[in-house]
Structure formats: C-alpha cells, structure tokens
C-alpha cells in the first residue's frame, strides 16, 4: 500500500465535506506535517481522473465536481406550477359564467382593461379556447372553457358550476350586471388561419389588470 494512503483518505474526505473548495494551506493544516500538498492533490487528480467525480482546481483552490460529460444526464426538470393571478381568475370566472364572451364583454364586467397575458396564461393551461367570432363591426372572438377545465374542476358539466348566488353570498362575486350572451347564429368559427388577437398596439400594458382594484370582480 502506497505510504501517501492516509493522506490520500484524508484529503479525498475533506474536499467531500467542504461546501466550498479548499485551498492548499487549509488542506496542509489537517494533514501531517511535512506533507507535500501539490504532490498529493495531483494523486488524488489521477486517481478521480475517469470517475463520475473528479477532484478539479478553481480558482486555485480544489473541489470535488461532477465530470462535464455527464451534465446532461444529472440535469434536473421539474414542473413548476404558478399560482393564477386574481387578474386570470376574475377573467375565468366571467367566462365560466357568461361564455361565449368576447374581450370587450369582459372588460365592461370586470371594469379594467384586460391585458393579453391574462388570455394567453388561462390558453397555456388549456382552460379556455376561442369559440367563434360575432358577425358584429370587427368581428371579435368569443371565448369559452375546455373540458380540460372542467376536468380541473371537477365538474361533469358547466351545469355543475356553482349558483352565481352562491358565490355572490360567499363574497367571491360583486353585484354587477349579467351579460346575456347574443344568440349562437351571431356568431361564426373561427377560421384555422385567422388570428382572433388584437393588433399588439390595442393591447393595454400589462399592469392594466393589477393596477386599478376598484374594478375588480372577483375577489381571491
């Protein structure tokens, strides 16, 4: 057995247990006296040279790190899901209740300009889809929930959502005005390749939803 043995040991333990890498003299201070560190650390450098661990210098001080080959197998995805903003759960609400509802439709129910991220958010989850388009000047998309939604919900069908009384006497809902949705024959599909979004330029900020609490219609 090789006499730097111990040493060996040694050094591979500490570089284990440090949280950050250690430089030559902290090394020195736990090793006998008289031991050539650079000499050492080159062992322990070969020895760890093919493993899936290696023993490396940055920025002059040593570190046990994973080898660079095996990266993309140690990378880590996990699904993070974030909590929807009271902007995207007044504007499912409404659509829950009053689709198939147009943008405009739930602007004037919720009374804040609705900003196109709160759209495409409840699009990401898969709980709304464009339904149609209203034969009215400009023609704007109506809007209506998925079965995904209902799935997520737990409900066998919209006919199961909860009395708009009952969340009205449980606080969730102001008394504001119901819209009656138009009759279906004023509304038509939505062409595959026609893009029911508004121009980038009508699209309010942001901020617009959060910004004016007064409005709100849905409260968390």
Do not use: C
Request: hydrophobic fraction near 40%; aromatic fraction near 4%; proline fraction near 8%.
């Amino acid at each position: 057995m090789s006499q730097l043995e111990p040493e060996l040991r040694l050094a591979e333990a500490l570089l284990f247990a440090a949280a950050e890498p250690l430089d030559a003299q902290t090394i020195a201070s736990r090793m006998p006296e008289g031991t050539d560190i650079e000499a050492l650390m080159e062992r322990l450098t070969a020895i760890y040279a093919d493993r899936g661990v290696q023993v490396v210098r940055v920025a002059g001080r040593f570190a046990m790190r994973t080898a660079p080959d095996l990266a993309g197998a140690l990378r880590l995805e996990r699904t993070v899901t974030r909590k929807p903003t009271r902007a995207s759960i007044e504007t499912l609400a409404i659509i829950a209740y009053h689709q198939p509802v147009t943008r405009a439709e739930i602007e004037e129910i919720r009374g804040v300009a609705l900003s196109r991220g709160t759209l495409e958010t409840l699009m990401e989850a898969s709980w709304i889809r464009p339904k149609g388009r209203r034969q009215t000047p400009g023609r704007p998309a109506t809007w209506v929930t998925t079965d995904q939604f209902l799935a997520h919900f737990g409900l066998d069908q919209l006919a199961d959502l909860p009395g708009i009384d009952e969340l009205k006497a449980a606080g969730l809902l102001d008394q504001r005005p119901v819209l009656n949705p138009l009759p279906s024959e004023l509304e038509t599909p939505v062409d595959d390749g026609d893009d029911e979004r508004e121009d980038p330029a009508e699209v309010p900020p942001e901020d617009a939803d959060d910004g004016v609490s007064g409005g709100e219609h849905v409260r968390g």
